[in-house]
């Protein structure tokens, strides 16, 4: 079946540093992937997404390319404030049976210190 | 804005008391889904709407139901609530596309005395 791998958390910054946070993935068929992040106490906002091979995904600052070769949707971003500290969820998407199966990785909580 | 919004933000329960969590949105999507989140955990799928069917997935268990009596609400009913039961309950909503992506509410803290 599917299965999403993300790097283990929790990853430690200081403001201003350049995060990166690995997913790779395995599926059968051509999944669409996807970055969320969920804050303390809220739900799951999606914050970028990809729905083929080479497209990139970005917002906020933040980056992820679709990459078939490697299997691999890495997150990144340039510059990371500490209002980015929120847990960060890889995920894959696929359509079976008329309706979206997401498999999520394990998340990767991400502190950011002054 | 279109949302998904969930009702009650934080809901206490006795143990083996029944007890419902609501969902509604306003993006009218056809599918719903009850996710339940454990701390420091992905979340963990219960159920899924795609408009009026019921899917359930294979290892939730009897004590979880839910009823969507029209394509804007949704309940998680929780017949006898036990204290493994205590969990973050997320609802989402998406379009059949699996290149679309789901909308989560704000999620139902559940806890149990």
């Known amino acids: 079946g599917d299965s999403v791998t993300q790097m283990e958390g929790p990853v430690t910054l200081s403001e201003e540093a350049f995060l990166t946070i690995n997913c790779t993935y395995t599926?059968?068929?051509?999944?669409?992937l996807f970055w969320y992040v969920q804050y303390p106490g809220e739900g799951l906002q999606l914050l970028l997404k990809?729905?083929?091979?080479?497209d990139k995904g970005s917002n906020k600052g933040f980056e992820a390319t679709y990459r078939k070769e490697t299997t691999s949707f890495h997150l990144e971003k340039g510059s990371v404030q500490v209002s980015d500290s929120a847990v960060y969820f890889c995920?894959?998407?696929?359509?079976?049976?008329?309706?979206?199966?997401?498999?999520f990785g394990t998340g990767t909580k991400l502190q950011v210190i002054p | 804005d279109a949302m998904v919004i969930q009702n009650p933000r934080y809901q206490v329960t006795q143990f083996g008391k029944p007890v419902t969590l609501s969902c509604s949105q306003t993006?009218?999507?056809?599918?719903m889904y009850w996710y339940q989140q454990k701390s420091s955990q992905a979340p963990k799928l219960l159920f899924h709407?795609?408009?009026?069917?019921?899917?359930n997935e294979a290892d939730t268990p009897d004590n979880f139901q839910s009823r969507r009596p029209n394509t804007s609400f949704c309940f998680l009913d929780i017949r006898s609530p036990g204290l493994g039961d205590a969990a973050m309950y997320l609802c989402?909503?998406?379009?059949?596309?699996?290149?679309?992506?789901?909308?989560f509410g704000d999620g139902t803290r559940l806890s149990i005395l």
């Open positions: 989402a909503t998406s379009s059949p596309s699996g290149a679309q992506p789901q909308h």
């Open positions: 599926a059968t068929g051509y999944p669409s």
């Open positions: 990809a729905t083929k091979a080479d």
């Open positions: 995920a894959l998407s696929d359509v079976g049976g008329g309706y979206q199966k997401v498999t």
């Open positions: 993006l009218n999507h056809n599918v």
């Open positions: 709407y795609y408009d009026k069917d019921f899917n």
